[in-house]
């Protein structure tokens, strides 16, 4: 009896009894675990050395492979597991045999579920940014200037909605900056520069003469783009980064929007636009990673090019040269595993056109595009690819790319090889064969966590889940209230698209009579949808105080009586938009086509009243 108690014991704890044959001994995470770390590896101990089999392991139906099988221990770790979530580990028979006997283990399956997400700490953001001087700031690069240095937690600055002409670097010394649009369309940093000069030599003068230059930008030297962020953990999401040079010319030379040359940088609901060269990714090393979300992003040349690991989740992609234009020109060293990802992508373009996928800048370019959708105006050459400039690509691929109509485009013709010419003689120092085609397996394996999560576990798509839209109640009087978010640090109130303030706590009460709303602010400091909008001398339909009147409603008219003379009415519907307003007097009527319930509004010696209405 004592036996058989120890035994069940151990197996609780995800030991698991000997018995004839290779057996699993321990496990960690144990069997039934709860609370699991979602960094966690997962450790397997065998009776005896063992070997890989033929079978496989699966993660939640994911097959996984370990990363070491040593003695009697196979380690596996995940790519990044999620908050709050049950997994399943299952090990198929024979995924291992036994290293002196080659015995088969017979398999087993593991279960545990994973910790909760921790809840941030409360707090508004750190400075606010207003071009009409009603922020702290009225430029975007004094904010970072006051910004302290070292952070190891963002740092939120909200940027209201306006046209900021500046000249943006976030120093290495400022990590964990974050820049929060009001609104991604009018929340905009802009400046007239182009990265190069001319020549001190007075070489080429009519070239630098030519229009082609714009002799009255500045020169920045390593600091030539619009933007430039050296600092690690930048976070921008809602803005508009435009190089007016590249924008307003429709040409050359290059004209950088952002050049981000930093680890763990993440770029969500953005939108980026010039002609050449529009964004420079890591060029320090290709260990830094960066994660681009729903962004549009715009150029005609090489307009996304250099180096890194960046993974371009769901972003629009659009080309406005009429012709051969270029999206990508990588430089990417032996480093990087996976380079660029371009993941669920749109390819656009103004008008018809055709453009190459890329081109090789230097090194051994590595780029994806997986489950790609074209434009109607967009074609990609049937080559794809330039097969020669400055380097010899590892990887120029794609997978599923489909056009407007959702056909699959013919990937056949693609280039596969690629060469690089000595400009001064002419002849080829070098060449290679690059694949040109993923399978199925290995454009799977390229998701956020495989490209990006890295020893430190970094998740960018968990950074960027948006909370959900609270659900705002108005009590009459001007306080508005919602149900707390765990998750939210804080609240924006909005009132005709402008905000009003923000708030750590589920209410707020307006100064003015009005139409507002609200949205929820995660950690990262972006904004959630907005509410249902709500009047502030409205008393919320869920109210339990409202009074309930029953009203009589005949052919499409509500029929009210014995109102006081110039009675002011409105009408609302269950969202609180209003349908009707009037003074009314005695006997009246209020013709609507609205049923159900609606909310009726009386003011009378400047006093309201309220009632619901159940008009059927």
Same mark, same amino acid.
């Given at each position: 009896?004592k ?9 609780a ?5 000997? &018995?004839?044959?290779l ?8 069997n ?30 994911v097959?996984?492979?370990?990363t ?9 770790? %995940? ?58 700031y009225?430029? @975007? ?41 009001? #609104?991604?369309?009018?929340? @905009? ?28 930008? %500045? ?24 190089? #007016? ?9 290059q ?35 960066h994660? !681009? ?11 996304i ?16 040269r009429?012709?051969g ?22 390819? #656009? ?12 800048w ?8 997986i ?5 109607k ?18 990887i ?20 596969n ?16 064969y690059?694949?040109h ?7 799977a ?5 495989n ?13 960027t889940?948006?909370?959900?839209a609270?659900?705002?109640q ?40 009005g ?15 907005? &509410? ?5 001398? !409205?008393?919320?339909?869920?109210? %339990? ?8 409603y ?20 269950a ?42």
């Amino acid at each position: 009896m004592k036996l058989k108690l120890f035994l069940c014991t151990l197996f609780a704890i995800g030991v698991f009894p000997l &018995s004839a044959g290779l057996q699993l001994v321990q496990v960690v995470p144990g069997n039934n675990s709860q609370n699991v770390l979602i960094t966690s590896k997962i450790v397997l101990v065998f009776s005896e050395d063992v070997v890989l089999g033929e079978g496989t392991c699966q993660l939640n139906g994911v097959t996984m492979q370990p990363t070491s099988v040593v003695s009697k221990y196979a380690t596996f770790v %995940p790519s990044g597991l999620e908050y709050s979530t049950p997994y399943t580990f299952q090990i198929a028979a024979d995924a291992f045999r036994s290293k002196s006997g080659g015995q088969s283990f017979a398999g087993q399956e593991i279960a545990f579920v994973t910790e909760e997400a921790p809840k941030p700490q409360p707090k508004v953001y750190d400075a606010v940014v207003s071009a009409d001087g009603s922020g702290q700031y009225a430029s @975007v690069q004094s904010a970072i200037d006051a910004a302290p240095t070292g952070r190891t937690t963002p740092w939120l600055i909200f940027i209201k909605k306006g046209r900021y002409n500046e000249h943006i670097v976030v120093p290495e010394s400022k990590p964990h900056i974050h820049l929060i649009g009001q #609104d991604r369309d009018e929340t @905009v940093i802009h400046l007239s520069l182009n990265v190069g000069a001319a020549p001190t030599d007075g070489s080429n003068p009519a070239y630098w003469a030519s229009s082609v230059h714009n002799p009255s930008s %500045p020169v920045y030297g390593k600091d030539g783009s619009m933007v430039n962020v050296y600092a690690s953990d930048f976070y921008a999401d809602n803005l508009t980064f435009d190089n #007016d040079w590249g924008v307003q010319s429709q040409a050359g030379p290059q004209a950088l929007a952002m050049r981000s040359n930093a680890d763990r940088a993440i770029f969500y609901r953005c939108n980026f636009r010039s002609y050449q060269d529009t964004w420079m990714t890591p060029t320090s090393s290709d260990k830094y990673r960066h994660y !681009v979300k729903n962004c549009f992003i715009e150029g005609a040349v090489d307009y996304i090019y250099a180096g890194g690991e960046c993974y371009f989740d769901s972003c629009h992609i659009n080309t406005v040269r009429n012709s051969g234009g270029y999206i990508v020109a990588p430089s990417h060293s032996r480093e990087a595993k996976y380079g660029y990802v371009f993941m669920n992508c749109t390819l #656009d373009a103004p008008s018809q056109t055709y453009v190459y996928l890329g081109r090789p800048w230097h090194n051994n370019p590595k780029t994806s595009f997986i489950n790609t959708r074209l434009t109607k105006n967009l074609n990609i050459y049937p080559t794809g690819w330039i097969q020669t400039m400055g380097g010899l690509p590892d990887i120029f691929a794609e997978y599923n790319t489909r056009n407007y109509l959702g056909d699959t485009v013919d990937l056949s013709k693609r280039n596969n090889y690629y060469y690089v010419i000595d400009r001064a003689t002419g002849l080829k120092t070098g060449e290679c064969y690059a694949k040109h085609i993923h399978t199925a397996e290995e454009a799977a394996e390229r998701t956020v966590r495989n490209v990006l999560s890295g020893s430190d576990h970094w998740m960018p798509d968990v950074l960027t889940q948006l909370l959900d839209a609270p659900i705002v109640q108005s009590n009459g009087a001007g306080l508005l209230s919602w149900e707390a978010d765990p998750y939210a640090i804080s609240y924006a109130i909005f009132s005709n698209d402008q905000v009003i303030g923000f708030t750590t706590e589920p209410q707020y009460t307006v100064g003015q009579d009005g139409l507002f709303y609200v949205k929820a602010i995660n950690a990262s400091g972006s904004m959630s949808m907005p &509410s249902n909008t709500v009047d502030s001398r !409205v008393v919320h339909l869920a109210d %339990p105080n409202v009074e309930t009147m029953q009203c009589q409603y005949v052919s499409g008219n509500i029929q009210l009586s014995n109102l006081l003379p110039n009675t002011q009415v409105h009408l609302f519907n269950a969202q609180g938009s209003l349908l009707y307003s009037n003074k009314l007097s005695g006997d009246a009527s209020i013709a609507t086509q609205q049923t159900g319930c609606l909310l009726l509004q009386m003011v009378q010696g400047g006093k309201r009243i309220t009632h619901k209405v159940i008009a059927e």
